[in-house]
Nanobody
């Protein structure tokens, strides 16, 4: 069972990034998925959640209207589209399979001019 994040990097405030999380070793479409983040000196927090078929999503208040979680079950991949990025979005972003507490290793997003 493995989750591998990609797509992080340095972006200016107001910019956009799309994170991807490629899953392997399990039947991806059977599992809800989520994205978390951990900023320097802060606790890890839930950013977004998506149900197995993508029909149910929810978001942290701090990212509502700016971030969109989606998934492609044919590609075993979950995405996080991040728009209107702010300095406070700077963090390591982690993909998580809640059932079984499976985590990826994270990808760093830095929002800075």
């Amino acid at each position: 069972v493995q989750l591998v994040e990609s797509g992080g990097g340095l972006v200016q405030p107001g910019g956009s990034l799309r994170l991807s999380c490629a899953a392997s070793g399990f039947t991806f479409s059977n599992y809800h998925m989520s994205w978390y983040r951990q900023a320097p000196g802060k606790e890890r927090e839930l950013v977004a959640f998506i149900s197995t078929l993508g029909g149910d999503t929810n978001y942290a208040d701090s990212v509502k209207g700016r971030f969109t979680i989606s998934r492609d079950n044919a590609k075993n991949t979950v995405y996080l589209q991040m728009n209107s990025l702010k300095a406070e979005d700077t963090a390591v972003y982690y993909c998580k399979r809640p059932r079984g507490d499976v985590w990826g290793k994270g990808t760093l997003v830095t929002v800075s001019s």
